[in-house]
Structure formats: structure tokens, C-alpha cells
């Protein structure tokens, strides 16, 4: 069963630091493309970004360009988003998801994690 | 960054009803679209993949149609458990969503 849980969301300030965390299991996790997709309280599905299963190409959504990273530990069967610069605007549940493959669309999704940039 | 235009933003109807909802691209992205279905306080499910295909396990009174830029999804009879936020979203370039139609229960 394809499992994935993320971890790392808590409350930070404007301007602060955060690593999320997406452990993965269920699947041979280096076959995969993974994404991060966050939804801000009560809005819609906003895409983030993607890693290919190798970590040699990564994509960004304008929004956070230039303030995340995401990388992954294959080895570890893990997904990681770190988010630098945090504004308002990235309050959101953040959700890890597999690809089906290297397409751009997602087969399985984690519960998610929440992330509150506030003062 | 293609754009898509999801409408109606909110929908109601009747069990039984058949139910339609749109979805529109800015820019021609053949069958690259997907149709999604979110239950309040549950990460989202995967129905509709390449715009008309069933995804295994769903019921078959979910349907998709469409390419290029206009697509459409249908609830042939709607029922007490579709009850949800439905998300169209496009991969023929970086993913982006629609806004979402939010269904509920006249």
C-alpha cells in the first residue's frame, strides 16, 4: 500500500525558515517524480513544486521561486521542501504527491501537513 | 503559465441529478487534463486521468470529455456521497488547477 506522511508544519514567522518532511513507503520511490502541493485554509489547490526521480531536474511555481528548495534522499525513501523567506501568503496545508510516473499528475497524495506563517 | 478557468464556482442539486461542470485552458493542452474530487478535511482523489479515462475503483457514473482547450466533467446521477470540492488540472505544462466547483445537496 502507498503510503505518504508528511511532517515539519508548525507556526513560524514572517521571514523564517521551515523543512518539511515526506517519508514515503509502498512504492520503489527513485522510479517516481514527486510534487509538493500546498492549499491555503479554505482556498484552492495551488502546485509548488517537482522533483524528478533522480533529483536532476527540479520546478518551481512562480510563488516560491527563489525562497524553496526541494530535494529527496532516495536512499531514505524521502521528499523534502525547504521553505526560506516565508510570507503570510504560505499559510497552507501542504500535501506531498506522487506522480504516476514523470507525467505531472498525481496517483497518491499525503494527508498533509500545516504550515502557519504568522507574528 | 497555462490558466485554467473552472466554472461554476459552486453548484447545487438534487440526488439524482445529473451534474456538469467546465473547465477551460488558455492555451490548447490536448487530453492533458485531469479531474479531481476532495471531501472536506481529506487530501484529494484522483477520478478522471487524460480528460475521459476512469480511474480503477471509481464509479462509473463519473464521466470526462473533451481536448484541446474545453472540458467537461459529469456526474451522471449525483449522489449523497459526492458531496465535494472538484478540481480539473492540467499537465501538458507545469501543473496548474483550476479553482474548483464546490457540490452540495439542494
Known amino acids: 500500500e502507498v503510503q505518504l506522511v508528511e511532517s515539519g508544519g508548525v507556526v513560524v514567522q514572517p521571514g523564517g525558515s521551515l523543512r518539511l518532511s515526506c517519508a514515503a513507503s509502498g512504492f520503489t520511490f527513485d522510479d517516481y517524480t514527486m510534487h509538493w502541493v500546498r492549499q491555503a485554509p479554505g482556498k484552492g489547490l495551488e502546485w509548488v513544486s517537482l522533483i524528478s526521480w533522480d533529483g536532476g531536474s527540479t520546478y518551481y511555481a512562480d510563488s516560491v521561486k527563489g525562497r524553496f528548495t526541494i530535494s529527496r534522499d532516495n536512499s531514505k525513501n524521502s521528499l523534502y521542501l525547504q521553505m526560506n523567506s516565508l510570507r503570510t501568503e504560505d499559510t497552507a496545508l501542504y500535501y506531498c504527491?506522487?506522480?504516476?510516473?514523470?507525467?505531472?499528475?498525481?496517483?497518491?497524495w499525503g494527508q498533509g501537513t500545516l504550515v502557519t506563517v504568522s507574528s | 503559465d497555462i490558466q485554467m478557468t473552472q466554472s461554476p464556482s459552486s453548484l447545487s442539486a438534487s440526488v439524482g441529478d445529473r451534474v456538469t461542470i467546465t473547465c477551460q485552458a488558455s492555451?490548447?493542452?490536448?487530453?492533458?487534463l485531469n479531474w479531481y474530487q476532495q471531501k472536506p478535511g481529506k487530501a484529494p482523489k484522483l477520478l478522471i486521468y487524460d480528460a475521459s479515462n476512469l480511474e480503477t475503483g471509481v464509479p462509473s457514473r463519473f464521466s470526462g470529455s473533451g481536448s484541446g482547450t474545453d472540458f467537461t466533467f459529469t456526474i451522471s446521477s449525483l449522489q449523497p456521497e459526492d458531496i465535494a470540492t472538484y478540481y480539473c488540472?492540467?499537465?501538458?505544462?507545469?501543473?496548474?488547477f483550476g479553482q474548483g466547483t464546490r457540490l452540495e445537496i439542494k
Open positions: 504527491a506522487k506522480d504516476t510516473g514523470s507525467s505531472g499528475w498525481f496517483d497518491y
Open positions: 492555451q490548447d493542452i490536448s487530453n492533458y
Open positions: 488540472q492540467q499537465y501538458d505544462n507545469l501543473p496548474t
